[in-house]
C-alpha cells in the first residue's frame, strides 16, 4: 500500500532563517506531488506542483520554493522566511496522467510559525 | 485550472439537523471530488463524482452531481459531533487541483 511522509510535524523558525520541508511517497511509482499551505482558518493554497523528477510547477509567487531529486521526494524550501510564510503545509500526491482519477493523498502536515 | 465556489462559507448546526454544502462551476466539470478536513488535521478524500446526475451515499452522507455537471453538493443527514469539519469540493482531472475555502461546519451537542 502506498504511504506518504511529511516532516518535521512543527517548527518555529525566526523571520530571515531558511526552511526546508521533506516529503517522500512509498509504495507508488512517479507519482504527482503537491505542496498546499494553509493559513489559520483559510482555504488550502497550492504552491507547486509535479508530474515528474525535476519538472516543478509554481502556481504562486513567493519567497519558496521546490525541488524534486528523486521519483517519490518532494522538497520545499526557502531561503530567507518571511512572517507571512506562516502556516500549515501539506504535501499531497497523486496517480500520475490524465485519467481523470487524480485524487489526492495528503501527508500529516508541517505546522510552521514564523517568528 | 477550473475552480468551484462553495457555498456557505460557515454553518453551525445543533445535533441531529441536517446540513448541506453547495458547489457550483460556470464551467463543464470532468468530475468533482469531496474532501474532509477534520479541526487540526489533513484533507481526507471522501468521493469522487463523474456521471450526469450521479447520486452516491455513504452512510448519512449523500453526494449528488448535477445533470449539467456544474454543480454538486454533499447532504448530511441528523449530523453528529464527528462531523465537525470543514468539507471541500474541488474538480478533478487535471494536473493542478485547487482547493476552494470549503465550508466549515460546527456541530452544537
Known amino acids: 500500500s502506498q504511504t506518504i511522509h511529511q516532516w518535521p510535524a512543527t517548527l518555529v523558525q525566526p523571520v530571515g532563517s531558511p526552511l526546508s520541508l521533506e516529503c517522500t511517497v512509498e509504495?507508488?511509482?512517479?507519482?504527482?506531488l503537491y505542496w498546499y499551505r494553509q493559513a489559520a482558518g483559510r482555504g488550502l493554497q497550492l504552491l507547486f506542483y509535479?508530474?515528474?523528477?525535476?519538472?516543478i510547477s509554481s502556481e504562486v509567487p513567493q519567497n519558496l520554493s521546490a525541488s524534486r531529486p528523486q521519483d517519490r521526494q518532494f522538497i520545499l524550501s526557502s531561503k530567507k522566511l518571511l512572517l507571512s510564510d506562516s502556516g500549515f503545509y501539506l504535501c499531497?500526491?497523486?496517480?500520475?496522467?490524465?485519467?481523470?482519477?487524480?485524487?489526492?493523498?495528503f501527508g500529516a502536515g508541517s505546522r510552521l510559525t514564523v517568528l | 485550472g477550473q475552480q468551484v465556489m462553495q457555498i456557505p462559507q460557515y454553518q453551525h448546526v445543533q445535533e441531529g439537523e441536517d446540513f448541506t454544502t453547495y458547489c457550483n462551476s460556470s464551467?463543464?466539470?470532468?468530475?468533482i471530488q469531496w474532501y474532509k478536513q477534520r479541526p487540526g488535521g489533513h484533507p481526507v478524500f471522501l468521493i469522487q463524482?463523474?456521471?450526469?446526475?450521479e447520486v452516491k451515499k455513504q452512510k448519512r452522507l449523500t453526494f449528488q452531481f448535477g445533470e449539467a455537471k456544474k454543480n454538486s453538493s454533499l447532504h448530511i443527514t441528523a449530523t453528529q459531533t464527528t462531523d465537525v469539519g470543514t468539507y471541500f469540493c474541488?474538480?478533478?482531472?487535471?494536473?493542478?487541483?485547487?482547493f476552494g475555502t470549503g465550508t466549515r461546519l460546527t456541530v452544537i451537542p
Open positions: 499531497a500526491w497523486s496517480l500520475a496522467g490524465f485519467s481523470g482519477a487524480n485524487v489526492l493523498t
Open positions: 509504495g507508488t511509482s512517479n507519482p504527482n
Open positions: 509535479s508530474v515528474g523528477i525535476g519538472q
Open positions: 464551467t463543464t466539470l470532468s468530475n
Open positions: 463524482l463523474v456521471k450526469s446526475g
Open positions: 474541488i474538480p478533478g482531472g487535471a494536473n493542478n487541483l485547487f
